[in-house]
């Protein structure tokens, strides 16, 4: 095979979306999975997009949303509960329930269509790397299929998800500016999900739930997603470092027993899967190639919610390649673009709602219960802590606040604290550096002023 311009390893959301992005642009792009084509796009997830990064990726590439059959339900509502399913506050959350196997397999005919080549069944071991003007380059890969491959190209994008094969795989040199080879404990989250049909109808339509407990204190949640009639998406979730928890299937099977006994539901799907589950490291390139999707962590630190983001900084990703294919140019400095695009947008979002996330878990359930029924927070203000939207609040509503905290002091502090370094965060994130020059200074100063140690 002639060596294409582009090798996206991995092709899940994030994979077709860049392969199209940048096939439709005129350039040979090959997509290499390991898993057989008629199972690309298949994955254990919750199955919940959310409807605002649809849109981005409508308006970048016109991919169209999830329809017909790709869609199981169609989510209007996302819940937050403590303790009790029924004690929780509920926000608007428009998106979709897909499957994603149905979803996956259209954006992989998708991006077949605008030329790009599959490789399927072949698992992606190694790079080939080499060394220009004394800079590493990365220039290709190696990858078994019935035997040892290598292929060539320009670029290499690492779409593999939580398996970051490239990025576990790069020359320590290219492994700079907060990019990190390997995720500490407290960084990744192992799930066990299953996908249940129920002798009867359930009451969650349109519906996803997050609950969060003392059995699986924050950061680890249980979630009921509604997957149309009498189906549900189940599952429950925690840091890896929260070993004292036990084993997770256990203490999933325990939960499921306060809403339905064994005997009420059929298994329809089970399985686990890892989730990275940290902010986007502060660089995702290097010299000949990129991080994408769950490999380059772009899943929400609270919510786990990582397709849409996938989807999105995927497209991005492809336009800041073409650049750089037009200009001929495979450097880290050229690819730096897409940097500042991602920390802007998620790196700023995704380092608020970590903030938030530090928060729940000093205060606890118990804690966040209390937030809840004293009605500190509005609905508003939650969207911020699970789905990063803006928040602005008037003097009424801080004194407001202030007398119904009066008799917590230390959590008015907690909370003050934490409001101030969310608003500061604004305006780091809008001073990330437009070259890698100022980096490590920018990264010194969020930090420190945010209280952190990426
Ligand atoms: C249990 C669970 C529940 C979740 N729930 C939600 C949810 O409700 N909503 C949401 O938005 N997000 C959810 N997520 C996260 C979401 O699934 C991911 O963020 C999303 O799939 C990331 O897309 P991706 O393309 O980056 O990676 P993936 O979808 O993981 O795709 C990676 C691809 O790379 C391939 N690959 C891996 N290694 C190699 C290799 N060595 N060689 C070749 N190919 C390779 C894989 O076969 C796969 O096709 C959940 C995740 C889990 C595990």
Redesign the pocket.
């Known amino acids: 095979m002639n060596p294409p311009d582009v090798i996206i390893?991995?092709?899940?959301?994030?994979?077709?979306i860049c392969a199209t992005t940048i096939a439709k642009q005129g350039y040979s792009v090959v997509i290499?999975?390991?898993?057989s084509h008629d199972k690309?796009?298949d994955?254990?997830?919750?199955?919940?997009?959310?409807k605002a990064a649809l849109q981005r990726v409508f308006d970048g590439i016109a991919t169209e949303f999830p329809n017909g059959d790709e869609v199981t339900d169609i989510i209007t509502k996302m819940s937050v509960a403590v303790h009790e399913i029924d004690n929780k506050i509920t926000l608007d959350a428009p998106g979709f329930l897909v499957d994603?196997l149905i979803y996956?397999q259209r954006l992989l005919k998708e991006a077949e269509e605008a030329g790009v080549r599959v490789i399927d069944s072949?698992?992606?071991?190694q790079l080939i790397i080499e060394e220009i003007d004394g800079e590493k380059y990365v220039s290709g890969v190696k990858?078994l299929k019935k035997g040892e491959h290598s292929l060539s190209a320009k670029f290499v994008i690492d779409?593999?998800?939580?398996?970051a094969?490239v990025r576990k795989s790069l020359p320590d040199e290219l492994v700079k500016h907060g990019m990190k080879k390997e995720l500490s404990e407290d960084e990744q989250?192992p799930?066990?999900?299953e996908i249940i049909e129920l002798k009867e109808d359930h009451r969650f339509a349109n519906e996803?739930i997050l609950k969060y407990d003392n059995d699986f204190p924050p950061p680890g949640y249980f979630?009921i997603?509604s997957k149309g009639k009498q189906r549900l998406?189940v599952?429950i979730?925690w840091a890896k470092s929260q070993k004292e928890l036990g084993p997770m299937r256990n203490a999933y099977l325990k939960e499921m027993e306060k809403y339905y006994p064994r005997d009420s539901y059929t298994v329809l799907k089970q399985?686990?899967?890892?989730?990275p589950f940290r902010v986007p490291f502060d660089n995702l390139v290097f010299n000949g190639g990129a991080l994408?999707?769950?490999?380059?962590c772009?899943?929400?630190p609270v919510?786990?919610?990582?397709?849409?983001?996938?989807l999105d900084t995927?497209w991005r990703l492809g336009n800041v390649i073409v650049k750089a294919l037009k200009a001929d140019n495979r450097s880290m400095h050229q690819l730096w673009e897409y940097n500042v695009e991602i920390s802007r947008h998620y790196g700023r979002k995704h380092t608020e709602s970590e903030i938030l996330r530090r928060m729940i878990e000093d205060i606890g359930t118990d804690g966040l219960n209390f937030l809840f029924n004293a009605h500190i927070f509005k609905e508003e203000e939650l969207n911020l802590i699970f789905s990063g939207d803006e928040i602005v609040l008037s003097k009424l509503d801080i004194v407001k606040r202030i007398i119904r905290l009066m008799r917590k002091p230390r959590l008015l502090l907690k909370i003050k604290k934490i409001m101030g370094m969310i608003d500061q965060s604004k305006d780091i994130f809008a001073n990330y550096p437009k070259t890698s020059d100022g980096i490590e200074d920018w990264r010194t100063l969020r930090n420190n002023k945010l209280n952190m140690n990426y």
């Open positions: 390893v991995g092709g899940g959301p994030s994979g077709v290499i999975d390991r898993k690309i796009g994955k254990t997830c919750g199955d919940a997009v959310d994603r996956g072949a698992n992606v071991k990858y779409a593999s998800g939580a398996y094969v989250w799930s066990y999900r996803i979630w997603f998406n599952g979730g399985g686990g899967g890892q989730i994408v999707g769950d490999a380059a772009m899943v929400h919510t786990a919610e990582g397709h849409g983001p996938a995927a």
